[in-house]
């Protein structure tokens, strides 16, 4: 880039507070933004601040929670720029990297951000850090802001911290940073809240249905529909079919979406049709989807939650916080008036929660764990945590890096070290390493995929992984199903790269599958007792 950005030609509501957000961060290493959601806080502000004198050349790192919002970001502010995205601004997120030596804004997401720390806890070149959309509370955010806080209390105090949120207490989180807050008011136009009955007894996906073909008939402009899951969304989808016209595109838009699926829920319909976007909490925060001024929002969400007790994992349906459905509704009044229907009653939204649960309450702290250790941190409390982790969760989590040989006296072993460098959960990488060592490098690679991505076969055919393990290697060598396969296939040759082998398509027999299923589920070993009753 020959000139600097010119915040004026992009007339967000952002740009009123960019003096202030400058003046600050000449004089303070850390500060926060609130603005809502359309402000332009995740697109014009690092564009605004990358030519700051205190930066020095240096890049600005900014934080995304999902992987979608952090490409759609990069390549918008690319857009901005005139440039290609992977030029000035560029981004970096699991398996894709897309910068260059030219790039001075980077938006990663998910562990990257904690691996950069932990690789180099110093961040040389590096002069910012932006952590966006962080009332999500996301499970990595809060731990790369406490590596971020010591880092910069003990090794860097140039740099500079930007904590951004639309819904957050900003004020308790400067209390607790000692940072000043600066607010954007934004521009949103109004929205219309329509409240409807509580019809819990129907399925969220036909609800939904029904409720948006009365909606269409009654409304004009494109849509934006907030289901908790993909079972939901498709059942949705496949009613909606059957009953409209060609006139309509019906988009999803969900995580493990191709790129290209995805792009056309955000963009316009190219032949004009009128779109309805069916998207799960992905489109609560940083995308601009064109053309949306209706919202209907189910009020549910799936979360993950961790049980201690049987160290399992699993996805809940839930209801939605005030603070989501607030969030949701503003989608719909981001480009002109817009209105939100939400699908439960007064009564209910009454008794709804103030705010999310952070993840970090909730969530199987088992890496979390693997990353303290790693980063040398033996008391857990020690670390600057908005929210503390719960005691009984972070005991669990040291209980089985334990187990797993990663730890010895709440201290990372030379093994555990080897385990962390794989950037996996410590279950897979242990999978992964033990698999190496008995010469099935190969199929620890494919299994760990397996385990890591969702189901191929959407449960179908039991739980058998053998029978994964065989439809994954066709897809492989004759590109049987391959489109079912393949982020599962692209994982499986990352974790080739990163422990020096070669695919291996050879059949495989269950019992070395089950044995090395037991390494990375070592307390999940059962004795059958019979009559299909099993003995942990």
Same mark, same amino acid.
């Given at each position: ?30 500060? &926060? &933004? ?26 600005? &790192? ?48 998910? =562990? ?129 079919? /059957? ?7 019906? /988009? ?77 509704? =503003? ?24 705010? #999310? ?76 390493? #033990?698999?190496?060592?008995?010469? #099935? ?67 495989? =027999? ?27």
């Amino acid at each position: 880039m020959t000139k600097p950005f010119d915040a004026r030609k992009f007339p967000y509501p952002i740009t009123e507070v960019i003096p202030a957000v400058r003046e600050k961060l000449h004089t303070d290493n850390t500060l &926060i &933004i609130s603005a809502p959601p359309g402000a332009g806080k995740s697109t014009v502000l690092p564009l605004a601040l990358m030519d700051e004198d205190w930066l020095e050349g240096q890049r600005i &790192i900014m934080l995304e929670p999902r992987r979608l919002a952090a490409r759609s970001v990069a390549m918008r502010m690319s857009d901005m720029l005139e440039e290609k995205c992977g030029a000035s601004v560029g981004y970096t997120i699991r398996f894709e990297n897309k910068t260059s030596s030219q790039t001075r804004v980077q938006v990663v997401t998910e =562990g990257i951000l904690t691996r950069m720390l932990q690789s180099d806890n110093s961040l040389e070149g590096v002069g910012m850090i932006i952590f966006d959309e962080f009332h999500e509370r996301n499970l990595f955010a809060d731990t790369a802001l406490a590596f971020c806080r010591e880092a910069q209390q003990i090794l860097r105090p140039d740099l500079r911290i930007v904590i951004m949120s639309a819904t957050l207490d900003t004020e308790g989180l400067g209390e607790l940073l000692g940072a000043d807050v600066v607010e954007s008011q934004g521009k949103m136009y109004p929205v219309d809240l329509r409240y409807g009955e509580d019809r819990s007894d129907t399925p969220i996906g036909e609800n939904m249905a029904r409720n948006l073909m009365r909606i269409i008939s009654e409304e004009k402009g494109d849509v934006l529909a907030f289901l908790p899951g993909e079972r939901d969304i498709r059942i949705c989808e496949e009613l909606l079919k /059957t009953r409209l016209d060609e006139d309509y595109a019906i /988009t999803p838009l969900y995580g493990m979406l191709d790129q290209r699926t995805q792009q056309a829920a955000l963009s316009r319909n190219p032949q004009g049709k009128r779109k309805i976007v069916l998207a799960t909490s992905i489109a609560e925060t940083s995308l601009t989807i064109d053309g949306v001024r209706i919202v209907v929002d189910s009020g549910w969400s799936r979360r993950m939650r961790y049980n201690p007790s049987t160290g399992l994992s699993g996805l809940e349906t839930v209801r939605v916080s005030k603070d989501i459905a607030d969030q949701r509704a =503003g989608r719909a009044g981001r480009v002109e008036a817009g209105i939100c229907y939400r699908l439960w009653n007064k009564a209910i939204q009454e008794r709804l929660e103030e705010h #999310r649960k952070p993840e970090i309450e909730e969530a199987d702290l088992t890496s979390l764990a693997l990353e303290l250790a790693n980063w040398g941190c033996e008391d857990v409390m020690s670390m600057t945590w908005l929210t503390l982790p719960p005691k009984k969760n972070i005991l669990s989590a040291y209980s089985l890096l334990r187990e797993l040989d990663a730890i010895e006296d709440n201290r990372i072993t030379p093994y555990g070290r080897k385990m962390h460098t794989l950037g996996a959960h410590p279950r897979i990488a242990h999978l992964l390493l #033990r698999a190496l060592e008995l010469g #099935r490098g190969a199929l620890g690679a494919d299994l760990a995929a397996l385990l890591e991505e969702r189901d191929p076969m959407n449960g179908l055919e039991g739980a058998d992984v053998s029978l994964r393990l065989d439809r994954l290697r066709r897809a492989r060598t004759h590109g049987i199903d391959k489109r079912n396969y393949d982020r599962i296939l692209k994982s499986a040759s990352s974790y080739c790269s990163l422990l020096g082998i070669g695919a291996d398509n050879e059949p495989v =027999g269950g019992d070395v599958v089950g044995l090395l299923l037991a390494q990375a589920f070592p307390e999940r070993i059962a004795r059958n007792m019979g009559n299909g009753v099993f003995r942990l």
